[in-house]
């Protein structure tokens, strides 16, 4: 079945450094690409919608200079967090639609310390 | 008010039982139902859509009431490896963005014990 391979699986950084996590669908072309995040024993919530050589659309409330995403190819998207604060600690996974319906990333772990 | 309700739970049953989530939301335009299953520290998984003439899948029972905005999930004869949260989501057309978006309940966890 289709897979979107989302890399690093885990990481821990220092406040002010930035982060890209990247997600790449292995046997599909992913022309939308979601980007959620969860806060433990909360729901995840979308952050931004982005579509392949287009800019992210980003929800009410998410500051789009501080959480970057590029979508330059149909197999690769990228979410960079930029000068992370220990509040940006969460879980971060992205989803790919295809017709048959949404593959989710097995998601970054984001600690900032 | 919150797009997707789900009861937090911890819902404790044991083996052998069956259970049942409810779940409602708020947007009358909501265009398609899922319940998905994550584990801890996992990725959701899709366990199954939900349509409003009710569908099985071996223990699994989803149904959808458009006119109460509800759905529900039934679990016959739990597993220990039923384990889990039970995410209700809702497709919707998002309002900021013109885009289909899926969105998730906080979830209902549960645990099976022997």
């Known amino acids: 079945g289709a897979v979107v391979s989302q890399h690093p699986s885990r990481v821990i950084c220092k406040s002010g450094t930035s982060v890209k996590i990247e997600c790449r669908s292995l046997?599909?072309?992913?022309?939308?690409m979601f980007w959620y995040r969860q806060f433990p024993k909360q729901s995840l919530m979308l952050m931004a919608t982005s579509n392949e050589g287009s800019k992210a659309t980003y929800e009410q409330g998410v500051e789009k200079d501080k959480f970057l995403i590029n979508h330059a190819s149909l197999t690769l998207s990228t979410l960079t967090v930029t000068s992370a604060h220990p509040e940006d600690s969460s879980f971060y996974i992205c989803?790919?639609?295809?017709?048959?319906?949404?593959?989710f990333g097995s998601g970054t772990r984001l600690t900032v310390v | 008010r919150k797009e997707v309700e789900q009861d937090p739970g911890p819902f404790n049953v044991p083996e052998g039982a069956t259970v049942a989530f409810n779940c409602t939301y708020s947007n009358s335009a909501s265009q398609s139902f899922f319940w998905y299953r994550q584990d801890c520290r996992k990725e959701p998984k899709l366990l199954m859509s939900v349509y409003s003439s009710g569908n099985e899948d071996g223990r699994f029972t989803a149904q959808l009431n458009r006119a109460s905005q509800y759905i529900s999930l039934l679990i016959r004869d739990s597993k220990l490896s039923d384990s889990a949260t039970y995410l209700c989501?809702?497709?919707?057309?998002?309002?900021?963005?013109?885009?289909?978006?899926?969105?998730f309940g906080t979830g209902t966890r549960l645990l099976v014990s022997p």
């Open positions: 989803s790919g639609r295809q017709v048959s319906g949404y593959t």
């Open positions: 989501v809702v497709n919707i057309r998002g309002m900021n963005t013109g885009f289909q978006k899926l969105v």
């Open positions: 046997d599909f072309q992913a022309t939308t």
